[in-house]
């Protein structure tokens, strides 16, 4: 079964987004006060085959945990589907 | 064929016409896409051709002239420096800092395909008013394209010139210019030989990118040219790294093993096969199936006229195809044979078993046809050559005069842009950017090149020619100013549509100028480019050309890098002393524009004569240790080389000067004048009767102005017949430096 | 001496590291980052660039290249290993070293000169510093604001693990001397053992003073000075509690 995943990382509350920071700056001067926050963060989509969607879902937690996301920074989530013939 | 498709991809009617006759039959689409790119002016100059021939190619170190990847010469000891200049204007005005960052790969590319390893970048640019917003953004996204690519790959950016005027609003100007160092025996060429030699596609596979990307440089930039643009390009400075490597590892197996290499930029694999075939006199078979697809269903079409990065084209000599592709492997990249040269001067194009394109090389790649425009003089030049500025009035202040000339776009420190840039990558850097001419060790020598990019886009406006000599005069000075002796130029024209009259006499004029000072200075032009149609329109009716813009690039060569020469003044006691004569003239200067809001009048003199022994007299001063720093005048002229001279001074934290105006000249004229030809000097006292006899002898007048002290830089007016002398000038260093150093960050984050 | 230069895929001062090596004398070679062992090696270098594009997170990537095992293996082993900028990157995202980058606190990539001051003469790469002595070297990173939770920062400096801090003209760390933001204005720091360094300031490009300064020599000179056993073990304060002493 083929499947697709969409990570995404973020980076922890705790820990300070210069990028992020910067674009609320840019948006406050585009008049756009009422914006109160920007966090940027990274999406990543994964096309996979798997037995099930069980084994799918293990997979992708183990790479965001290992490789895409850095646990001292970010948090990750991600959804699952189950994705068509030609996907991705 | 449809109703004016070629019109469509570019082409005109007689051009199609041309084709007809060359094929003896219609062309079919994928025939025509391929003339429409190789006949674009972006990869044929048909409308340049005739006047580049003006310029001086030859010299007794010129190895390689324009024709090449790029340019070559000796510098001695059985090594030779390639360098190029190139364009990438439209694509950095649809996306900044991919527009860039390509620009920055595609030079590089360059550079490495002639065999040699890229050890410098430096990057002329022009953007709108910095109190334009989108100006702003233009300026922040190129450099951190440029930024973004180089500092990946690991070439340091050592340099450049960025200037800001309402003609580029719209049009911004990024130039790339490259060097690199390979041993003189060891220089590649892109020239296709011997009857079956397999032809390799190696690097990033092809996708959609840019397609007709070169078309669309040949035009002007309009909304529909802005929607006809199917892709952009992406650069990956990551993969081009690897090819670099892998490249330079490829050469190492020995001379016979690569016959020919291009890079694959404009055009992409038409322009690489029809050149590479036209200059070997061979022929070539492509089969456009075995091209390594990024994305499925492409058509033949497609893989000819995709612009996708990072890929080369090479031709190896039969039976080395496994060492290729190990070498390509060990690099994780892919090498796969295509084609293979034939011996029918034809390029023939097959998709499998299907020929789908059969056209002459040579038709593609050298039989574009060959426009000489009218030219007509812009009725502007008369007015501003006449322009009376006797009644320019003195400032009140000058020290105010003074530090808005600092805070000026066009003479304010650069640390913004360039510190952004990693320009110490590859341990070569002996001269940092902002601290006077880049200069960069010769890997493994005691050598080192002197590297700059200079053009005045007013003077070229005001008068092509003399602006354009102006250029080549001042990069060379830049040059000697470090102690290098100029060794050549590379070009990056760049200029409006050239189908309009006022625009054609523009180049024209330009190109004369340059032509002329490079004769007179004896620096020979090795390559270069040309960037025709910067012009834009907001509301899609008439379109308004970039101020004419002839960058000269130019490296100069130190046979000794201990005698390397900076701007700053380095001691206490120190004389300051101006080699070259000062001329009443402010037309055109940044102190008009600037302070009295005049851009215009004439432009400074040109004295090619006096410039030649301005430099000759600077190279045998600084080679016989006679001076402390060397700096030389031009924007802003004294006063503003005076501040530099102070601020980058000292150890650091800068040094004062104490000088005294001399004749009878009013200040402002004396200060702020931009006459060409001249070096702000200073040196030891014991060394005063050496420096004045060297002098002599060269027929250069130096005039003693002070000496270097303090923390203030101080001036006095004259007190020539009837005047008294008076202060002009009163301010710490410190002050300076603060306006020098902080404007642009201040303009661009404010 | 033997000095072993990682190259992985996007290095690009390995050649710079490799020059400032050889000037000591050493015998220096490129290790690729597909070998696995790292025998007879007394010194590792991870040299800076951008491994693997700092596609993902700058050293993301590249840690999980072959040789990394082999790094590993070698410091817990008590092997010298050096990371410098990239190289740093990279022995954070391996866990040899506490903490994470972050991009720098202005989001830009930044070439500039900065001071550092040596907080630790005490590891075999500042064994010839003395404590408090400013060093003058380059730095040129867009990811370089070190990060590391309060708990472990405290440890880090209970244990004298910060060997780097940025300074200014005075030698006293300012949030202006600071060029990226570090928690702590932290420049380098080592593991407990003091046997692997991480520091985010290129002092392969401060070897020579034709291109500007030598200070980076001290911190080359002090391993070599340290692996030839002219310091004494005992001597060192090897950043350890209590036994180590």
């Known amino acids: ?88 | 064929m449809g109703d004016c498709i070629w019109r469509e991809m570019g082409l005109a009617t007689e051009e199609y016409e041309r084709i007809l006759d060359i094929l003896g039959r219609e062309p079919n689409l994928v025939e025509l896409g391929m003339f429409a790119v190789m006949w674009s002016e972006h990869c044929s100059y048909k409308n340049s051709r005739a006047v580049l021939g003006l310029l001086p190619t030859t010299g007794s170190r010129v190895i390689q002239g324009p024709g090449e990847n790029a340019g070559v010469v000796d510098i001695g000891a059985g090594l030779a420096v390639v360098f190029k200049i190139e364009s990438h204007n439209h694509p950095s005005a649809v996306e900044p800092y991919q527009g860039a960052a390509t620009g920055v790969g595609g030079i590089i590319r360059d550079i490495f395909t002639m065999g040699a390893r890229p050890i410098a970048l430096l990057d002329a640019l022009r953007f709108g008013p910095v109190s334009d917003a989108r100006s702003r953004h233009l300026f922040a996204q190129v450099v951190a394209g440029i930024a973004g690519y180089g500092n990946s790959i690991g070439i340091p950016t050592v340099g450049g010139e960025v200037a800001t005027h309402e003609s580029f609003r719209e049009s911004p100007l990024v130039n790339v210019m490259c060097v690199g160092v390979a041993p003189a025996s060891a220089i590649k060429k892109a020239a296709a030989r011997g009857l079956g030699n397999p032809v390799m596609v190696v690097g990033a596979r092809t996708g959609r990118d840019g397609m007709h990307g070169a078309t669309f440089a040949s035009s002007e930039l309009s909304p529909e040219a802005m929607a006809k643009r199917s892709a952009v390009q992406v650069g990956d400075p990551f993969m081009e790294k690897l090819l670099l490597e892998a490249c330079l590892e490829l050469y190492e197996l020995g001379d016979d093993v690569v016959i020919g290499i291009q890079d694959m930029g404009a055009a992409g694999l038409t322009c690489s096969s029809c050149e590479m075939a036209s200059r070997g006199g061979v022929g070539m078979e492509i089969d456009v199936a075995k091209v390594p697809r990024r994305e499925k269903g492409m058509t033949p079409y497609e893989v000819m006229l995709s612009e996708s990065q990072e890929r080369m084209l090479v031709a190896v000599k039969a039976g080395s195809e496994p060492e290729v592709e190990r070498v390509f492997r060990k690099w994780g990249l892919e090498a796969t044979v295509v084609g293979h040269v034939t011996d029918d001067g034809i390029l023939r194009i097959r998709d499998g078993d299907a020929v789908v394109a059969e056209v002459p090389a040579k038709a593609l790649a050298d039989m574009a046809p060959c426009y000489t425009r009218d030219a007509s003089e812009p009725e502007y030049f008369r007015r501003e050559q006449a322009r009376d500025l006797a009644d320019v009035p003195e400032p009140d202040d000058y020290a105010c005069a003074l530090m808005k000339l600092l805070a000026s776009p066009r003479i304010a420190s650069k640390e913004w842009v360039y510190s952004q840039y990693d320009h110490q990558v590859g341990t070569n850097t002996v001269v940092l950017p902002g601290r006077g001419t880049s200069v960069v060790r010769v890997p493994g020598t005691n050598k080192g090149l002197a590297l700059t990019c200079d053009a005045n886009s007013l003077y070229c406006y005001l008068d092509p020619w003399a602006g354009a000599a102006h250029a080549v005069a001042e990069a060379a000075r830049n040059v000697a100013a470090a102690g290098a002796e100029p060794l050549g130029i590379t070009d990056c024209l760049n200029f409006g549509n050239p189908e309009k009259p006022e625009v054609f006499w523009q180049f024209k004029r330009a190109v004369e100028g340059m032509a002329e000072a490079a004769r007179a200075l004896e620096i020979p032009v090795t390559g270069g480019n040309v960037s025709f149609y910067n012009e834009s329109s907001k509301d899609g009716s008439s379109t308004v050309a970039v101020y004419p813009t002839p960058v000269v690039g130019m490296v100069g060569l130190i046979e000794d890098l201990s005698r390397v020469m900076t701007p700053g003044f380095k001691r206490e006691g120190d004389i300051v002393a101006v080699l070259g004569r000062t001329r009443d003239e402010i037309g055109a200067s940044e102190y008009l524009a600037e302070v009295h809001g005049i851009e215009g009048g004439p432009v400074p003199v040109v004295d090619l004569a006096a410039e030649r022994a301005a430099i000759q007299l600077t190279l045998a001063l600084i080679r016989g240790g006679l001076l402390s720093s060397c700096h030389d005048l031009s924007e802003g002229g004294l006063a503003v080389a005076l501040s530099e001279a102070c601020i980058l001074g000292g150890i650091g934290s800068g040094i004062g000067a104490r000088v005294r105006l001399p004749g009878t000249m009013r200040a402002d004229r004396y200060l702020f004048s931009e006459s060409g030809g001249r070096m702000l000097v200073s040196f030891h006292p014991s060394a005063a009767s050496g420096v004045q006899a060297m002098a002599g002898r060269h027929g250069v007048p130096v005039t003693v102005l002070g000496e270097v002290g303090g923390m203030r830089l101080v001036i006095d007016g004259a007190g020539g017949t009837g005047g008294r002398a008076r202060r002009v000038v009163d301010v710490p260093v410190s002050e300076l430096s603060r306006v020098y150093r902080g404007a642009i960050a201040w303009a661009l984050e404010s | 001496m033997r000095v072993g230069v990682v190259v992985f895929p996007g290095s690009n001062c390995d050649a710079d590291c490799y020059r400032a090596i050889e000037s000591f004398g050493a015998d220096v070679k490129y290790i690729w980052y597909q070998d696995r062992s790292l025998d007879g090696y007394d010194l590792v270098v991870l040299p800076g660039g951008f491994s693997y594009g700092d596609y993902l997170r700058a050293g993301a990537i590249a840690r999980f290249a072959p040789i990394m095992d082999g790094v590993v293996e070698f410091a817990e082993a008590g092997g010298l290993v050096l990371g410098i900028c990239n190289g740093f990157q990279i022995l954070l995202e391996c866990g040899l070293l506490p903490g994470a980058m972050l991009p720098n606190v202005v989001p830009r990539f930044r070439c500039d000169g900065v001071r550092l001051r040596v907080e630790n003469a005490h590891t075999p790469f500042t064994c010839l510093c003395h404590p408090g002595q400013v060093l003058s070297m380059p730095i040129a990173h867009a990811w370089g604001n070190y990060y590391a939770d309060e708990a472990t920062l405290v440890e880090l400096e209970r244990r004298g693990q910060v060997v780097f801090r940025y300074v200014n003209e005075e030698g006293v760390p300012t949030p202006e001397a600071n060029p990226n933001g570090s928690c702590h204005s932290i420049a380098g720091i080592t593991t407990r053992r003091g046997n692997v360094l991480g520091m985010m300031p290129h002092l392969e490009r401060a070897c020579e003073a034709l291109l500007g300064g030598t200070d980076g020599r001290w911190v080359f000179a002090s391993a070599f000075e340290f692996l030839s056993g002219g310091v004494e073990l005992g001597r060192l304060h090897l950043a350890g509690d209590g036994p180590r002493h």
């Open chain 1, 1 to 88: 079964m083929r499947f697709k995943a969409q990570v995404r990382v973020t980076l922890k509350e705790s820990i300070l987004d210069p990028q992020g920071s910067a674009v609320k700056r840019a948006l406050h001067a585009m008049n756009h006060d009422n914006v109160l926050d920007v966090r940027i963060g990274k999406h990543i989509e994964l096309v996979l085959t798997a037995d099930g969607p069980e084994s799918a879902r293990r997979q992708v937690q183990e790479i965001a945990d290992r490789l895409l996301a850095n646990p001292v920074i970010e948090n990750f989530s991600f959804d699952l589907a189950e994705a068509g013939g030609e996907a991705g």
